[in-house]
C-alpha cells in the first residue's frame, strides 16, 4: 500500500450569499483590522459589497488594496506588504480571482516580517508564521482558496512557485453569488483551467493519490457537466454554484498531486504575451495530452468515462475521444484554439520552449519526461 500526505483549507464555508459573513469569520479569527487584497475590476463591479457591509457590521476596520494585475509581479506583492503594515493589519481577505488570493497569501505571510520573497521560492521554503486569512473566488478556476501555493512573476517569461502549507487559509469562502456576473469567456477559460487542474492531479507521476483521484473525478463530473451552461446563461445560480464547487474540489486535487506539463508550458504563454491562464492551458491541453499518451493512457481512458459518458473501446480510443473533446470544447466556448490566434509566431517558439524547461517543479510531475525538444515540438503543433 503507498502512503500519501493530503493537506487543504482548514475551514470551508459553501452557501450563497456566503461573503456576507466574511466579517463573522475574521472576528472568529481575532481580527480588528484587514487589509482586503483585490484587483480594480472587481471593486468596481460591486462584488466587494456583501463583505463590506459584513465586516462593518462585525466593527471590524478594512483598508482596500486594489492593485492586483493578472499573472501578478514582485512589486505588486511588496506593495501589498507595505500596505498591510501601514494599516496595521492583523488578518487577511480576499475577494478576488487566483491573482489576488495568490497575493493575499503571500501579503499574509510576508507582512509579518520573519520572512523575505526571494527566500521563499520552491516547495516547503516559507516556514510562517502568517496572519489570519480569508479567501472568497470570484471566479471558478484556480482553487486558490484550497491550495498551499501563490504564483509570481519574477521576470519577462518567468514564473516562479512559492508552495508551503502555511500558505492555505483559515477560511474557503465560495458564495455562488460572487460568480454571476463574469462574462462568457471568462467563465469558459476559468473552467477549462480548473478542468486541468483535475485531469493533471489523475495522471500525476509524482504523487497521485486515492484522496486527490476521487476529488478529481467529481470535480471533472461537476465543470464538465456545467460549463456550458454556466457560459450560456451566466445568471442560473446552480450552475454557477457547481463550477465553484468543482473548481475547488480540482483544487483540493492538485495541492496533493500536482500538475504537470499543461501548467508548465502554460505559464511562458501567460507571462510573455499576458493571455488569461486559463486560455493558456486550453492552447496546449489536447498536444500534452497526445504526448503523454503512450505513459497515461489508462488514465485518461478512466476519465473518459467523465467527459465523453458513452466512450467505448479500448483505452486508446477512450483517450482519442477525450482528445477530441477538450479539442472541441474551446470551440463551443468561443475561445481561441491556436497560438496563434493569440499573437504567437514560429519565432517565439523558441524562447516559450526555453522557459517551459525552467518549470522544474512541475515537469518532474509529468506522466512521460519532457525534453525541450518535445515542448519545441508541443508549441508547434499548437500554433
Known amino acids: 500500500m503507498q502512503g500519501f500526505t493530503f493537506q487543504s483549507t482548514k475551514s470551508i464555508l459553501v452557501e450563497p450569499g456566503s461573503s456576507s459573513r466574511i466579517g463573522e469569520l475574521v472576528r472568529g479569527l481575532g481580527c480588528k483590522s484587514v487589509l482586503l487584497v483585490t484587483d480594480a475590476g472587481v471593486h468596481k463591479a460591486g462584488l466587494l459589497k456583501a463583505g463590506l457591509s459584513g465586516l462593518e457590521k462585525e466593527g471590524v476596520a478594512v483598508t482596500l488594496f486594489t492593485d492586483v494585475e493578472a499573472d501578478p509581479p514582485v512589486r505588486v506583492?511588496?506593495?501589498?506588504?507595505?500596505?498591510?503594515?501601514?494599516?496595521?493589519?492583523?488578518?487577511?481577505?480576499?475577494?478576488?480571482?487566483?491573482?489576488?488570493?495568490?497575493?493575499?497569501?503571500?501579503?499574509?505571510?510576508?507582512?509579518?516580517?520573519?520572512?523575505?520573497?526571494?527566500?521563499?521560492?520552491?516547495?516547503?521554503?516559507?516556514k510562517g508564521p502568517r496572519l489570519p486569512l480569508v479567501l472568497a473566488p470570484t471566479t471558478a478556476g484556480t482553487g486558490s482558496e484550497v491550495t498551499p501555493i501563490s504564483i509570481v512573476t519574477t521576470g519577462e517569461g518567468e514564473k516562479k512557485g512559492v508552495v508551503s502549507p502555511v500558505l492555505l487559509p483559515d477560511w474557503a469562502v465560495l458564495d455562488a453569488e460572487l460568480t454571476l456576473g463574469l462574462p462568457p469567456a471568462v467563465t469558459a477559460a476559468t473552467g477549462i483551467d480548473a478542468m486541468v487542474h483535475a485531469i493533471e492531479a489523475y495522471t500525476s507521476k509524482r504523487l497521485k493519490n486515492p484522496l486527490s483521484d476521487t476529488l478529481a473525478r467529481e470535480a471533472l463530473r461537476l465543470l464538465g457537466g456545467n460549463i456550458h451552461e454556466a457560459c450560456r446563461n451566466g445568471g442560473n445560480r446552480e450552475a454557477r454554484h457547481n463550477m465553484l464547487l468543482g473548481s475547488m474540489l480540482a483544487g483540493m486535487a492538485f495541492a496533493n498531486a500536482p500538475v504537470a506539463a499543461v501548467h508548465a508550458l502554460a505559464y511562458p504563454i501567460g507571462a510573455r504575451f499576458h493571455v488569461p491562464h486559463g486560455l493558456s492551458n486550453s492552447l496546449v491541453l489536447p498536444q500534452v495530452i497526445r504526448f503523454n499518451a503512450s505513459h497515461a493512457e489508462h488514465h485518461y481512458g478512466e476519465l473518459a468515462d467523465i467527459?465523453?459518458?458513452?466512450?467505448?473501446?479500448?483505452?486508446?480510443?477512450?483517450?482519442?475521444?477525450?482528445?477530441?473533446?477538450?479539442?472541441?470544447?474551446?470551440?463551443?466556448?468561443?475561445?481561441?484554439?491556436?497560438?496563434?490566434?493569440?499573437?504567437?509566431?514560429?519565432?517565439?517558439?523558441?524562447?516559450?520552449?526555453?522557459?517551459?524547461?525552467?518549470?522544474?517543479?512541475?515537469?518532474?510531475?509529468?506522466?512521460?519526461?519532457?525534453?525541450?525538444?518535445?515542448?519545441?515540438?508541443?508549441y508547434g503543433a499548437s500554433l
Not at 501589498?80 to 505571510?109: C, H, Q, T, W, Y
Not at 490566434?341 to 512521460?368: C, F, H, W, Y
Open 77 to 126: 506583492i511588496d506593495a501589498g506588504v507595505k500596505a498591510a503594515r501601514e494599516a496595521k493589519a492583523d488578518g487577511i481577505v480576499s475577494i478576488g480571482g487566483g491573482s489576488s488570493m495568490d497575493v493575499a497569501k503571500l501579503v499574509a505571510l510576508l507582512a509579518m516580517g520573519k520572512e523575505q520573497l526571494s527566500d521563499i521560492y520552491g516547495v516547503g521554503m516559507a
Open 307 to 378: 467527459l465523453t459518458p458513452h466512450a467505448k473501446g479500448h483505452a486508446g480510443e477512450r483517450t482519442r475521444l477525450v482528445v477530441e473533446m477538450l479539442s472541441s470544447l474551446p470551440v463551443e466556448l468561443g475561445l481561441p484554439t491556436r497560438l496563434r490566434d493569440v499573437g504567437i509566431t514560429e519565432k517565439d517558439l523558441k524562447s516559450l520552449a526555453d522557459d517551459a524547461m525552467n518549470q522544474t517543479r512541475l515537469l518532474i510531475n509529468n506522466p512521460r519526461e519532457l525534453s525541450h525538444a518535445d515542448a519545441l515540438a508541443i
